[in-house]
């Protein structure tokens, strides 16, 4: 297998990301298998959700994927460096006419989401007569970007009329796709089903990662996952992609009595061994994550990491640049200066990891910040063409 390493290097790291492409292409895999006969787009914005737009989607192309979306069109672009053959949609962003340029240039598909925006690329194409292929997203119920129902009708008999756009997706956007039950869902399918119908002979898509798992009924032409390509949800088939780890810079004894970390918040029932680990919230272990002293929220208890085998919980408040761990329950020996705590990955899932912290995996994925040592596990079907071999 090949492995690359990129972001600061081993030996100065206090973090370090691990993050498995083959889990990433198992993942693909597994969405487009559960979404066929639809196709299977992979979400790949904010550098692919944390991971790196340049190495996840080499990666995807490689297992199979040839349509992506971004959030805008500066990650467009780079996604256009990484795989030059593929469709890319950018859902937001065409700010003006300048911006439709750079759209042109890059051979990105713009996501129409209002008249303003249909009209810039109208007018875009006009000049030289080339109606580019352009996406309409129809709002069913969410209320962020989208044509109203009413409006959607409007463009689709103008165009039909003039033909000055060059429409090759209708969309739509889920707002409860993770709530199964949710009466939102049904709602947006029957009127995404009506949406649909004005736009004939053209892809539609309304899915994302959850609303795959809906069933058929939401999967229409095409399917659009995110977060489950990369580890962010659990499900059939579904496996862990990131493991993000901190090394141990420090074990200290602390009397009981005695307290730990910013305004003493995590006072020691016992004599305690604690392990000061060099993450803290600027490298993506929220605040939230504290064991005691952050009153942001409901306390849930605080987070934990995974080191020797067993759980070990968050102590005190996580500082910017490190975290503490109680280890005074691992054997002891078991763990020294330089070993590391396991944040999130196969040990502690990373759902878990975002509910103590009461956020997302979302978040967790995007949030990690720039001080991580990053190890690529490579792509399978590829050999000797991502850097260092070992
Ligand atoms: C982010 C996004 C997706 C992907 O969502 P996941 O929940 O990560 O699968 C799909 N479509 C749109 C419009 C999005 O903004």
Known sequence: MSIQETGVEARLAGAFATIDLRALQQNYRALAARAAPARTACVVKADAYGLGIAKAVPALAAAGCDTFFVAWPEEGRAVREAAPDARIFVLGGLFGREAAEAYAEAKLIPVLNSRGEAAIWEGFCSTDGVARPCAIHVDTGMNRLGLTLDQARTLAEENALTGALDPVLVMSHLACGDQPDHPLNQRQLTAFTQVRRLFGGIEASLANSAGIQLGADYHFDLVRPGVALFGGLSGPGLEPVVTVQARIVQIRHVRAGEAVSYGAAAVMQRDSRVAICAAGYADGLHRALSGSGVPLREITGGGH??????????????????????ITDVEGGALTVGDRIEFFGPNIGIEEAATAAGTISYE??????????????????????SGDQR
């Open 305 to 326: 990491g995974f080191a020797a085998g067993r759980r070990v919980p968050v102590l005190g408040r996580v500082t910017m640049d490190m975290t503490m761990f109680d």
């Open 364 to 385: 967790l994925l995007t949030g990690l910040g720039r001080r991580h040592h990053r190890t690529y596990i490579g792509p399978s079907g590829e050999s000797g063409t």
